[in-house]
């Protein structure tokens, strides 16, 4: 879905192709080739509101993670994106990213405490970052715009700690 | 001097011409692929999204009954596999090619008979 031109052309490659002219094209189709930029930062309005919150400070200590988050020990293990999508930064939290897939409508993912994230479009299994302590939030959208904090499954926290196998990836 | 010019014409353009052809399979593969990519089950095979039909959809909101987006847009092209995105709910995933950019597909994904919402699929 998200191939770029050079990777698919390398496809086209391997039927075997003259060199000379397959270097001309992919010069011509790298041409065509998106440079990477990374998406603006996501505001999200929560619909849950509570008085103690993530980036709130309590007897001076930084809070760095609220109710509706499931704390994972990753040890400076990496973190995987668990379907195709996109890793935007998340507006006034930064230590967090969003992210969003067209494979799961309605939903966001919120990953935070990863260090030096990737940014934009990643591929089902890509690293979207590593750290020490991964704050994972589950966002389902409401009608009136707000996103509220459900119930994470095991399932998408397990496609986020476990790299694809690579026969199963697309 | 010249012949070496005008073998080297020919094999240019002969390779130009097996490379286009090849170039046209492969990017009708590729649209075929956008379409059926992730697809568990190929519901029907000429479903397609109207213009009017998308129109229709965006005025449904969110946890509205699946019956009534059903209404609207008949049924799918394929089914994704199921999913659990949040605990102890199943979440159905169907896919509609969009009649007017085949290349696109809208992806609508319910739950409980409920209809959580919708996200355009780009190739």
Request: charged share 20%; aromatic share 10%.
């Amino acid at each position: 879905m998200t191939w770029g031109w050079s990777t698919k052309f390398a496809f086209r490659r391997n039927n075997g192709i003259s060199i000379g002219l397959g270097i001309a094209l992919l010069a011509l189709l790298s041409g065509c080739q998106a440079t990477p930029t990374a998406p603006p930062a996501r505001h999200v309005v929560l619909q849950q509101q509570w008085e103690l919150d993530r980036g709130d400070r309590v007897a001076g200590y930084l809070v760095s993670a609220g109710l509706g988050d499931v704390s994972i020990e990753l040890g400076g293990d990496s973190v995987h994106a668990p379907f195709d999508g996109e890793v935007a930064p998340a507006a006034g939290q930064p230590s967090c990213v969003y992210f969003s897939s067209s494979d799961v409508p309605a939903y966001l993912f919120r990953f935070c405490g990863l260090r030096r994230p990737h940014l934009g479009t990643v591929r089902y299994g890509d690293t979207m970052g590593s750290g020490e302590i991964l704050h994972f939030a589950t966002l389902r959208r409401h009608p009136d715009g707000t996103w509220a904090i459900v119930e994470p499954s095991n399932n998408i926290l397990e496609r986020s700690l476990q790299p694809p196998l690579q026969s199963a990836r697309p | 001097m010249t012949p070496l010019i005008a073998g080297g014409l020919v094999f240019a353009t002969v390779g130009l011409l097996f490379d286009f052809q090849g170039m046209r399979s492969w990017l009708q593969e590729s649209a075929t692929s956008t379409t059926t990519e992730g697809c568990e089950t190929i519901v029907q095979a000429n479903a397609q999204l109207s213009r009017e039909q998308l129109a229709q959809l965006l005025t449904i909101p969110e946890r509205d009954a699946k019956e009534r987006v059903r209404q609207i847009v008949s049924a799918p092209y394929c089914r994704l596999p199921e999913l659990t995105v949040r605990s102890g709910v199943v979440a159905e995933r169907e896919a509609y090619p969009l009649a007017f950019d085949p290349k696109t597909r809208l992806v609508i994904l319910y739950e409980k008979d409920e209809y959580a919402g919708y996200r355009f699929s780009f190739e």
